[in-house]
Structure formats: C-alpha cells, structure tokens
C-alpha cells in the first residue's frame, strides 16, 4: 500500500467530488487512508479466529482451496476500484485479504508442517517464512515507477495478489489431503496412507505412520480441542506459554520499526529522495536471501538456537541502531554504520523469529490442541500488528529514535525465555518434545525419579512444574 498511496487518497478526495460535490480536507482523507491501512489487520483477526474450525471442519486442502475465492474476489474489486471510482471497494477488499491472509497463515503452514517428513519438518516450516518475504519483495518490485507503481496501473499491483491465488487455485488439487489430518482427525488409515504414497513417493513412510499411531492412542479420541481449553490445560501451560511469548514477541521485535527508520537512514547515507524505493529493494531483497538461506541450514542447526540467538543478536543491534541514528546528524560517517545495523538487524530477523516462529504451534503441541494453538497464535499477531499499527506513530513521534529500546526488551525478554525454558524440536515427535517440556520444568531430579512409575498412556510423565 506504501506506493500506490498517493494515488489512492487521490481516489478517496475524487469520489468524494463526483459524489457529493465536495472536496475533503487533508486530516479528513489520512482518517480514511489509516482506516483503509488498519481494516487489513481486522480481516486477518478474523480469519484466524475461524481459522481453526474451518481447517477442522473441511480439512486443510479444502479450506485453503475455498480460501483462494475471498482472495480473488479481493483482487476483483482492487481492480475495478479505479474504473468505477470507488474507495470503499479498496476498504472491502483489504478486509478481504486480511481475512485470506488470517485463515491461509494458520490453513497453510499447518498444511505443510503436517505433510513434511519429521527430517524436513524444519525445513518446510521456513519456507513459510521465505515465502512470505519473496512476496513481500515482489510487492516492492512491482511497487516502482517502471513496472506498476503508476497512476494508470495502480490497480492492478493491489489486484496482483489474485494471480497467486488462482495459481494455488487450479494446482493444489492435485495434492492430497494432509496425512495427519486424515488419520488423527478423520479416523480414515486408508485415506492417510494413500496420501502418504502419493506424496513420498517411494521413500518409507512406516515410521512416520507408526509415530502417528502412538500419538492416536495417546489422544484417546479426544476431538479437537477450543482456545478456551488450551488454557485449561494443565499439561500444555508451558507450550502455551511459549506460543503466547513467541507471538507476541514476532510483532514486538521491532522490525516495523527498522524498516520505518531505514528510508531515513537510506537518505542520510546520500540516496537521493527519488532514489530510496529502489534502494529500500535492498532491505527485502536481504530478509528474501538471509530466511532462502536459514532454509538450507536450519535442520543442521535447530530452531531452538535459531529462534534464541536471533533475538539476542537483534536486542544488541537495536541498541547499537539508538546511538547512531541518535548521533548521526553530529557525525559524518555513522549513517553509514546505521545502515549496515538495518541490514544486520534483517537479517537476525529472518534467520530467526521470522523463519521459526510460525510453525511453532504444529511442532509443539498434539493434533486435537493444533488448531487451538494456530488460532491463538495468529490471534495474538493480528491484534499486535493492529495494536503497533495505531501506537507506532505516537512513539516515534515522542521517543524518536528511543522507540527502538522498547522493543529491544522485548527481544532480550524473549530470547533469554527460549534459551532457558523450550526445547529443541528438531527432528522430535510432538510426544517427545511434550516430555522434554516436562524434564525441563520439573522441581529436582528427585521428584522427577518419584513420579517416573506414574506415566498416562501417552509415555509423558507426570510431576509438578514450577510455572
């Protein structure tokens, strides 16, 4: 929305002439323009809130393929804004996308983390990461003058999203339903080891179906369960804890921040003013190649030190971004070190938080707590994105550069919780990282020894945790 921006409260002020017959002021068309920005993070709310019904009620195939619908029809309606002079339809079909993009990131990543190979888990989690940043940076390049950031071609830049969706439209049909889904969900093994087939191929899939197989019987037909009994659940306080904190943490890190900031350290570095969309490429093009990368390196690695060191790295370098945006209007060469800082801090952001914190709830929690964990975590991202959207403004017109130490807290806070308090997932059934939780947060070794006898069906065992 950042380059056609001119345009469209030009469209805001016009329909309001042909219409009414008569002209808006300057505050009147913003209120209208912030509106039209923050009715995409009340869409994605809602789609994540029904995300998690409707991924049980159709399947995960089912809902992304009805999912692609709302998408197009939001794309329609971009597109036809301009012709019949209209700013509400750029309103309806932003709320549109926010709720396409509420339900594909809970529908979608679960999807795919449910259909990977426990080996490549990892993997295939970050390329929802990675994804995400190539479509980011082709909103970017299609977003300049010569291509589609026009007065004429506006339009179909916002409407571009259709084309991924009619992409995802005709070719995800020929994919199966999610193994998993089918057998922990739907009871059918036949149906479950078909897709497995068609999916693996010829490579052995009896392990992945015997680890599923314990897992059922460690459900005991438990159907799906509500956000409401995630809390309730006394087994699961700490992963939810963790998806709470994680969450919470992706919104609060400070990226907008960065980015907000980079046009001015961009400038100060002598990019000339017509100049910095093109140079501000380079920002996306970073975070595209940095998360391109944590996909090859992230099985070797693991998430948890992924996840941890990421956000450690990105508190130092906020730090070190306060004093020298502070200073570098008093000294020549330090907008040059702000903007190496920017493109650090990118990339401890995709190599990290970006890259693992949206699969975190499929690899941590049992298949009947899934949905509920997808459903709050998305939750807490939209009504952050939401928050942080109305607030940013404030606090960077009252703490300058100083905001960027309120979400340093937030970084270290996070980073110190995951190094202390999660396990690493790599390579682990959901069984055993529910009994590592456990190992981590007993009282003493001694109790843990005592209660080793009382073990529920599921092999987790039972002791009291400190939290």
Same mark, same amino acid.
């Given at each position: 929305?950042?380059?056609?921006?001119?345009?469209?409260?030009?469209?805001?002020?016009?329909?309001?002439?042909?219409?009414?017959?008569?002209?808006?002021?300057?505050?009147?068309?913003?209120?209208?323009?912030?509106?039209?920005?923050?009715?995409?993070?009340?869409?994605?709310?809602?789609?994540?809130?029904?995300?998690?019904?409707?991924?049980?009620?159709?399947?995960?195939?089912?809902?992304?393929?009805?999912?692609?619908?709302?998408?197009?029809?939001?794309?329609?309606?971009?597109?036809?804004?301009?012709?019949?002079?209209?700013?509400?339809?750029?309103?309806?079909?932003?709320?549109?996308?926010?709720?396409?993009?509420?339900?594909?990131?809970?529908?979608?990543?679960?999807?795919?983390?449910?259909?990977?190979?426990?080996?490549?888990?990892?993997?295939?989690?970050?390329?929802?990461?990675?994804?995400?940043?190539?479509?980011?940076?082709?909103?970017?390049?299609?977003?300049?003058?010569?291509?589609?950031?026009?007065?004429?071609?506006?339009?179909?830049?916002?409407?571009?999203?259709?084309?991924?969706?009619?992409?995802?439209?005709?070719?995800?049909?020929?994919?199966?339903?999610?193994?998993?889904?089918?057998?922990?969900?739907?009871?059918?093994?036949?149906?479950?080891?078909?897709?497995?087939?068609?999916?693996?191929?010829?490579?052995?899939?009896?392990?992945?179906?015997?680890?599923?197989?314990?897992?059922?019987?460690?459900?005991?037909?438990?159907?799906?369960?509500?956000?409401?009994?995630?809390?309730?659940?006394?087994?699961?306080?700490?992963?939810?804890?963790?998806?709470?904190?994680?969450?919470?943490?992706?919104?609060?890190?400070?990226?907008?921040?960065?980015?907000?900031?980079?046009?001015?350290?961009?400038?100060?570095?002598?990019?000339?003013?017509?100049?910095?969309?093109?140079?501000?490429?380079?920002?996306?093009?970073?975070?595209?190649?940095?998360? +391109?990368?944590?996909?090859?390196?992230?099985?070797?690695?693991?998430?948890?030190?992924?996840?941890?060191?990421?956000?450690?790295?990105?508190?130092?370098?906020?730090?070190?971004?306060?004093?020298?945006?502070?200073?570098?209007?008093?000294?020549?060469?330090? #907008?040059?070190?702000?903007?190496?800082?920017?493109?650090?801090?990118?990339?401890?952001?995709?190599?990290? #938080?970006?890259? +693992? +914190?949206?699969?975190? #709830?499929?690899?941590?929690?049992?298949?009947?707590?899934?949905?509920?964990?997808? +459903?709050?975590?998305?939750?807490?991202?939209?009504?952050?994105?939401?928050?942080?959207?109305?607030?940013?403004?404030?606090?960077?017109?009252?703490?300058?550069?100083?905001?960027?130490?309120?979400?340093?807290?937030?970084?270290?806070?996070?980073?110190?919780?995951?190094?202390?308090?999660?396990?690493?997932?790599?390579?682990?059934?959901?069984?055993?990282?529910?009994?590592?939780?456990?190992?981590?947060?007993?009282?003493?070794?001694?109790?843990?020894?005592?209660?080793?006898?009382?073990?529920?069906?599921?092999?987790?065992?039972?002791?009291?945790?400190?939290?």
């Amino acid at each position: 929305m950042t380059s056609p921006s001119v345009f469209i409260k030009k469209l805001i002020n016009r329909t309001c002439v042909e219409r009414y017959d008569f002209s808006l002021e300057e505050w009147q068309v913003s209120l209208i323009w912030s509106f039209t920005v923050s009715i995409f993070c009340i869409g994605g709310l809602l789609g994540s809130l029904t995300a998690g019904s409707l991924t049980s009620k159709f399947g995960r195939k089912r809902c992304l393929l009805l999912n692609n619908l709302v998408a197009i029809a939001g794309a329609v309606l971009m597109i036809l804004s301009q012709t019949a002079v209209s700013f509400e339809m750029i309103m309806v079909a932003r709320f549109l996308y926010g709720v396409n993009s509420g339900v594909g990131l809970s529908a979608q990543t679960m999807y795919l983390i449910e259909c990977a190979p426990k080996r490549l888990r990892g993997m295939v989690g970050v390329s929802v990461a990675t994804f995400l940043s190539l479509g980011r940076f082709s909103g970017q390049l299609l977003g300049i003058r010569e291509l589609l950031g026009t007065e004429k071609e506006w339009p179909w830049l916002l409407g571009f999203n259709g084309c991924a969706a009619l992409f995802q439209l005709f070719t995800l049909p020929f994919l199966p339903e999610s193994p998993r889904f089918l057998l922990l969900e739907r009871g059918d093994s036949q149906a479950s080891a078909k897709a497995f087939k068609k999916l693996w191929g010829k490579n052995d899939y009896s392990k992945e179906l015997d680890d599923m197989l314990k897992e059922k019987a460690s459900l005991h037909s438990i159907p799906n369960q509500s956000v409401l009994e995630l809390f309730q659940s006394q087994s699961l306080r700490w992963q939810l804890l963790t998806i709470i904190i994680a969450f919470i943490s992706l919104q609060l890190s400070g990226i907008n921040a960065v980015y907000f900031y980079s046009f001015e350290v961009l400038g100060a570095a002598g990019i000339p003013h017509d100049k910095l969309a093109y140079a501000a490429l380079g920002t996306g093009l970073c975070e595209l190649i940095t998360s +391109t990368a944590c996909f090859i390196i992230i099985e070797s690695m693991g998430k948890k030190v992924l996840l941890y060191r990421g956000y450690i790295a990105m508190s130092v370098t906020l730090g070190l971004l306060t004093i020298t945006v502070y200073f570098q209007k008093s000294v020549s060469w330090l #907008p040059y070190c702000s903007l190496v800082l920017v493109f650090f801090f990118i990339f401890f952001f995709a190599i990290g #938080p970006a890259a +693992t +914190t949206a699969p975190l #709830p499929g690899e941590i929690l049992t298949q009947s707590f899934k949905s509920a964990g997808y +459903t709050l975590g998305c939750t807490i991202n939209w009504m952050g994105l939401f928050v942080l959207g109305m607030l940013f403004p404030i606090l960077v017109e009252k703490l300058e550069s100083f905001c960027f130490l309120i979400f340093l807290v937030f970084c270290l806070i996070c980073g110190l919780y995951v190094a202390f308090n999660v396990p690493e997932t790599k390579n682990q059934t959901v069984l055993e990282i529910a009994a590592e939780f456990e190992r981590m947060h007993c009282k003493d070794d001694k109790s843990q020894r005592k209660k080793h006898s009382e073990q529920d069906p599921s092999g987790i065992k039972s002791c009291s945790t400190k939290f």
